[in-house]
């Protein structure tokens, strides 16, 4: 990548705007293809859950195959191809812009070679599941056993994921060279942390696919170790929330203080945040198996502790934010106490879509920390709380934030306008989607806590009163799904305006990317160390499992074989 080139520098409301020439039209191709597949992949998953949501409240009967097997896809295609294929298109748009114009070919051609990896693991692994070989609930989770085929896709979408972050570290690295004494731009920095991240994280699942299921899957050993190779799962599971919150936290951090014409409340406290989500999101795997025996209780409190400290970067990012929108609403002549909150741009979807996101974020993160806690967590276990909790995280906190991303992204890679119908249509979509998932989420915590079970088809259990206390909510629940499916219509209607039909400018592109608080202190040189907290990550991960594993593997059992759900 080369240097940056200021093309002009104007100012409103005291605010610096940066013009850059637009993208060069082969990073856009590579850009839009991930962009693309991603909305593809959100279709599929959409439509899997309006079939489930619809079943559960007895509107349509789905056989128990055809119902298991829109779960997996659900869950296959939006918790993982829909957010990674995202994710990589949205790092990909702001390191080219911020440490540079333009991709070297090298790097050009690294990220293709990803991409076409990633789409030939996710095609084998969904054709999998369209047979029906590969119902499992779209987890890796023993002793139910898919094809060795979805094993095997899923493993080079993984593989494909971990060669596409070759572009953003040599990236970086180049630009540090270049730059020796100079703090990286945050959104670069915020690149490299979450890509770090995903790949420490994917270790874990890496290893349970090829030294355990594939194996298994392929009849070279008769059984499994279902306790380890759910460690390795969660050991995955719950960083995999970190790797679709971060490119959020990026917006939020980096994109919206243009948006809104303020400016970064800091560049220290950023950055610390992200190194804190590395420390911590990785050894906190067995909350989620607190219920599960094999596991000495000392290390499940051990990792409890350590999960509730990741709840500290998540209070950072509150703090940082809200210093950020108040400097904003300040700068437009805000006066009082609260008053900068109508300042804000409201009608601008840009803002008003990850605001919503940011709304929702604290009832999801509250209803983590009771899915965390030893004693809560057996009230919540495997019910319906938890679809609640992680639909209200992933499919609002995340995916309200990817659509905000989306609106401005799409025109400025195909030098089009982004439209004040577009606009209007987001505002609408955006609310449509906050109301769907406030009836879905919230009455699936409601239900939950009324012992209805996750993970399980429409069923009357033969008349029990527990079940006929559910059916009600469930149809609310429908009625949630619906408004979803409505807003990813919208959504991706507006998606594919913006990609062909707004208008054509020939103004150079601008990206937004927020500048800091003049009062903002040079970021600490230790911030950049990289080896240093990974060091740090590696010994924390070695401290939570390296005896646990030890034990698992010392007392395993002699193994389960295979279910198989057809």
């Not at 605010?15 to 856009?28: G, L």
């Not at 279709?43 to 195959?65: E, K, N, T, V």
């Not at 995999?240 to 939020?252: K, Q």
């Not at 979803?484 to 919208?490: A, K, T, V």
Request: glycine share 8%.
């Amino acid at each position: 990548m080369e240097d940056i080139k200021e093309t002009g520098v104007s100012g409103e409301n005291g605010i610096a705007v940066i013009k850059t020439r637009p993208f060069d039209r082969k990073d856009t191709n590579l850009i839009l293809s991930y962009l693309g597949f991603s909305f593809f992949a959100l279709f599929l998953g959409a439509l899997a859950g309006l079939m489930q949501a619809l079943d559960r409240a007895g509107y349509i009967q789905l056989s128990p195959q055809l119902y298991y097997l829109f779960l997996t896809l659900h869950g296959v295609a939006l918790a993982l191809i829909f957010t990674t294929f995202f994710i990589i298109g949205f790092l990909y748009s702001g390191v080219i812009k911020t440490l540079g114009s333009e991709m070297r070919p090298t790097d050009r051609r690294i990220g293709w070679t990803a991409f076409m990896m990633m789409v030939a693991g996710t095609i084998t692994a969904l054709i999998t599941v369209a047979n029906s070989s590969s119902t499992v609930l779209y987890t890796f989770y023993a002793p139910m056993q898919a094809s060795p085929w979805f094993y095997i896709g899923l493993a080079l979408v993984i593989a494909g994921s971990w060669v596409s972050a070759i572009p953003i570290f040599s990236g970086y690295r180049r630009w540090r060279k270049r730059n020796p004494d100079k703090a990286s731009p945050l959104f670069a920095y915020m690149s490299v942390a979450t890509m770090i991240l995903w790949i420490i994280a994917t270790i874990g699942v890496a290893a349970e696919v090829i030294f355990q299921l594939i194996p298994w899957s392929l009849n070279w050993v008769d059984k499994i170790d279902v306790t380890l190779s759910r460690t390795l799962f969660w050991y995955f599971g719950h960083p995999l929330v970190y790797f679709w919150l971060l490119p959020a936290y990026i917006y939020w951090y980096v994109n919206i203080p243009h948006i809104i014409k303020g400016r970064l409340f800091s560049d220290s406290l950023p950055r610390l945040t992200f190194i804190l989500f590395i420390i911590y999101s990785v050894p906190v795997g067995f909350h989620h198996q607190l219920m599960e025996p094999g596991i000495s209780p000392f290390w499940k409190f051990v990792q409890v502790i350590l999960t509730m400290l990741v709840v500290v970067p998540s209070l950072m990012t509150v703090f940082a934010i809200l210093a950020t929108f108040e400097i904003a609403g300040r700068k437009n002549g805000a006066q009082g106490n609260f008053q900068w909150i109508k300042n804000l741009p409201w009608r601008d979807v840009r803002f008003f879509a990850p605001f919503l996101a940011m709304i929702m974020f604290i009832p999801a993160g509250a209803g983590g920390i009771v899915n965390a806690s030893y004693q809560l967590n057996q009230l919540v276990h495997n019910t319906l709380w938890v679809t609640g909790h992680f639909h209200m995280s992933l499919a609002t906190t995340v995916v309200l934030t990817f659509f905000a991303i989306s609106y401005w992204l799409v025109p400025m890679l195909t030098n089009r306008v982004f439209t004040p119908l577009a606009n209007r249509l987001g505002i609408i979509q955006s609310i449509i989607w906050s109301i769907g998932i406030l009836l879905m989420a919230g009455t699936m915590h409601i239900v939950g806590l009324l012992g209805s079970p996750r993970r399980t088809s429409y069923t009357t259990y033969n008349g029990h009163p527990a079940a006929l206390e559910w059916f009600p909510y469930m149809q609310i629940i429908a009625v949630g799904g619906v408004l979803l499916f409505i807003g990813i219509i919208l959504y991706l209607a507006i998606v594919v305006y913006l990609l062909l039909y707004a208008p054509k400018t020939t103004e150079p592109a601008e990206y937004p990317i927020g500048k800091v608080h003049e009062g903002a202190q040079q970021p600490p040189r230790i911030l950049e160390r990289w080896s240093v907290w990974i060091t740090i990550t590696v010994a924390l991960i070695l401290v939570s499992y390296f005896i646990p594993v030890m034990e698992m593997l010392r007392h395993s059992p002699p193994g389960s074989p295979p279910i198989r759900s057809w």
